[in-house]
DNA sequence: ATCTGCGCAATT
DNA sequence: AATTGCGCAGAT
């Protein structure tokens, strides 16, 4: 043997691995370390504390030399499978976590053969013997072609197909272990499922034509050919008998989407854009061999991870092209209509059950995706709609998820799985403010969880409360440019505080954000994209808007290689990039470039069932004649010329003549005295909001006034 | 000088 | 394929 045959490596001491201090003193090498009682003869370190880094080298090197493929998507959503063989968890790490019984080594034992649905098992037991055989089930699934620890027993009698023998998944649900990360892998296959979801819904809709219309329908269908090339490649015989596009099997995608692009009528002109943007981004982006572990091989796998993001940034862009701020606002309600009726009621109808449980799992298994989806909530409830908007919006959607519900449940025969539903309701929760809903366990427990994350989340808190104040302004009439200047401080100041937290926090706490934010990456992506759509659409100077998303930009990098840096864990830059920043900034330059000539909240086109919304009764002018007048007549251009507004956008980051015309529009209409019209809304007189609005009007504008003045916007 | 534990060979 | 044993580089 060589003695340098390679250059011994060294721990990164970043990982939390390194960081640990002691022993665990349970697993065997350390049984096997003389003071622990052992004989010293395996010289071998403490599971607990092995280097990440050094063991993802190893893999990566292992998997070089095979010629194999890169794994897809497994390694950014966790760690590789230490101990996925032994339960040798050391009991120093083992959180108490906020699941009590969770699932702890003994429990593999009860792993069941089929899915013990109607079994006497108490609920809690249920759940968990769900949870462990979905995540074996999820990491089967979609690393078929890698050798994995969890053997495979096939099993066809239950709609349960891969079986593994070895429990592997050992760590609790909504709190990831540092040293057990096996889990995670599962966490792919939420996006799979969700894919899937979102293609057999995007069948349905475009076949029957319930939301129908170019852009959702594009967005749908999009979302069909991405999901048909993906994932479930073991997906179950029932397939979502694809949309009418069916681009033909495998990598339907890469020919579904091409041979659309040309045929688009012309009224979807941005929808292209917004479509190339967002994929070039993912593609390109997935595939950099640098960027972490997402890079991957062959094209049917090359989407599937992300099929789901980029169909709803999709359909964010072209909602938000086709109609301006007030029309998003109620496409967007339209959307969580749409969105119920599809994904929860046909598809838990349609979708073999398996599909059903790792859904279920996907919402239930991760405090990220329930708190991002507690901040969709929080977005929706900013849209410019009228307050009985909401509340109709609010008692629909519980409607439809409580039919959706019961679907669910028959199928899979079990109630306490209806807490999955959870991710909708506090959806609604905090549209309308109401209490939680009681009596179901798992949601007290996401909520729990959430309420956790809040607490040691400064930015996450600041982010949350920044939306619910925005909520609060927006059912309170308030300005839009109050609802738009708190929302810049939102864009600016949220990044900020993550680099702060990136820059003091310890880096197994980091370790800990990269963890759950890979869990919860797609809801996440969500927050990502509705935040940039809904900044985009701000009326706010342009100049304004890009400065604050070059800021983001800046600090989000900024704040990625700290976490980077600090934690050794090289997941962090795709993460963030991916799921964080780049959807954001897709999504805000589509509504960026389609946003400002509908600001004057023109009710003459309102095809929708939805009331239109009322003008701000505290800030006239802000509404009418001002956002008018502001109306940024680069974008205006823009539009005219139906070109990618590249060269706009960078005549006004040069700070050209029109942008500087742009930024005094609204001290000039101020100079000009406010119009009156704003007040017309007659049809608003009975509600008590106006009344209620009118009183509190001075107060709002000086209240506005006083915060414009501390971000040193223009006032009008 | 002593200890730890990486990397590889040997063994099961 | 997984486990065990151990030389020796590097840390203490």
């Known amino acids: 043997m060589q003695p340098n045959h390679k250059p011994r490596r060294v721990r990164c001491m970043a990982c939390d691995g390194c960081r640990l201090l002691s022993d665990c003193g349970e697993c065997r090498e350390c049984q096997d370390k003389l003071p622990f009682g052992g004989t010293g003869k395996r010289k071998k370190l403490c599971r607990a504390r092995i280097c990440r880094r050094l063991y993802r080298d190893r893999e990566e090197e292992r998997e070089d030399t095979a010629g194999a493929y890169k794994r897809p998507f497994a390694l950014i959503s966790g760690h590789p499978p230490l101990f996925a063989s032994s339960h040798a968890i050391p009991g120093a790490l083992m959180q108490p976590g906020l699941f009590p019984a969770a699932l702890t080594p003994g429990s593999g034992g009860l792993m069941p053969g089929p899915l013990p649905l109607a079994s006497l098992l108490p609920a809690r037991v249920k759940v968990e013997l769900r949870g462990q055989l979905e995540q074996q089930l999820l990491q089967v699934q979609p690393l078929a072609g890698r050798a994995l620890p969890a053997p495979v027993r096939p099993r066809s009698t239950t ?13 609790t649900p909504l709190r990831p272990q540092p040293t ?6 599962g966490g792919t296959e939420p996006a799979a499922a969700c894919a899937a979801a979102a293609s057999a819904s995007g069948a349905r809709v475009d076949s029957e034509g319930d939301i129908a219309g170019g852009d959702e329908a594009l967005a749908a269908l999009v979302l069909t050919g ?13 397939p979502p008998e694809g949309g009418p596009e069916e681009g033909g099997g495998k990598g339907a995608a890469w020919l579904l989407l091409p041979s659309h692009l040309p045929s688009l009528p012309l009224s979807l002109s941005w929808s292209p854009v917004a479509i190339s943007l967002t994929l070039a981004i993912a593609l390109v982006a997935g595939n950099v061999p640098g960027f972490g572990s997402l890079g991957q091989a062959g ?9 789901l993001g980029v169909g709803i940034t999709l359909l964010y862009a072209s909602v938000l092209c086709r109609h301006g701020r007030v029309q998003a606002a109620r496409l967007w309600v339209a959307g969580g209509v749409a969105h119920e009726l599809i994904v929860v009621i046909l598809l838990g109808a349609m979708r073999p059950q398996h599909v059903l449980l790792a859904r279920l799992t996907s919402i239930r298994h991760s405090t990220p995706v329930a708190a991002c989806a507690f901040l969709a909530g929080l977005l929706t409830g900013v849209q410019p709609m009228a307050p009985s908007d909401v509340w109709r919006t609010t008692v629909l959607l519980a409607l439809l998820r409580l039919a959706g519900l019961a679907i669910w449940a028959t199928r899979l025969g079990d109630w306490p799985l209806a807490a999955g539903c959870w991710d909708a309701e506090a959806h609604l929760d905090a549209e309308v403010g109401g ?3 009681a009596g179901a366990p798992t949601a007290v427990q996401v909520c729990a969880s959430f309420a956790a994350e809040l607490y040691t989340d400064p930015a996450f808190l600041f982010l949350v409360a920044g939306f619910a104040l925005l909520v609060v302004a927006n059912l309170a009439r308030a300005s839009p440019r109050f609802v738009a200047r708190a929302t810049t401080m939102l864009v600016v100041c949220g990044p900020t505080l993550r680099l702060v937290q990136a820059l003091v926090c310890s880096p197994a706490e980091l370790a800990r954000d990269v963890d759950s934010l890979a869990e919860g990456r797609l809801g996440f992506l969500t927050v990502c994209v509705a935040g940039g759509a809904t900044f985009g659409v701000q009326p706010l100077p342009t100049t304004r808007k890009l400065l604050a998303a070059g800021y983001l930009a800046c600090a989000v990098a900024c704040s990625t290689v700290v976490f980077r840096i600090r934690t050794g864990d090289d997941r962090m830059p795709s993460l963030e990039l991916l799921h964080g920043f780049l959807p954001f900034l897709a999504s ?10 509908t600001l004057r909240q023109d009710d003459s086109s309102a095809p929708l069932p939805l009331s239109p919304p009322t003008p701000p009764l505290s800030a006239p002018a802000a509404c009418s004649a001002g956002a008018l007048a502001r109306a940024p007549e680069v974008v205006r251009a823009m539009l005219k010329e139906k070109a990618f507004p590249l060269q706009r956008i960078w005549e006004v980051l040069s ?20 119009p009156r019209d704003a007040l017309s809304g007659a049809k608003w007189a009975g509600l008590p909001w106006g009344a209620v609005h009118a009183a509190r009007g001075p107060r709002l504008v000086a209240s ?9 916007f223009p006032v009008g």
Do not use: I, M, N
Not at 299 to 307: C, D, E, F, N
Not at 655 to 674: C, D, F, I, N, V
């Open 299 to 307: 094209a049917g796998q090359l989407l599937a991870p992300k099929s």
């Open 588 to 597: 805000f330059l589509a509504a960026l470039a389609v946003s400002g000539p």
């Open 159 to 171: 709609p349960l197909r891969p079986q593994p023998t070895a429990p592997s998944a050992e760590t």
């Open 655 to 674: 700070w050209g003549p029109k942008a500087r015309r742009l930024w005094r529009q609204p001290r000039a209409a101020r100079r000009h005295g406010l």
């Open 435 to 437: 209490v939680p809903p």
């Open 180 to 185: 057990a990360p096996s889990a995670d892998e």
């Open 226 to 238: 991405l999901a048909e090339s993906e994932v479930l490649h073991s997906a179950p015989p029932s």
């Open 704 to 712: 506005h006034r006083l915060f414009a003045r501390l971000l040193a």
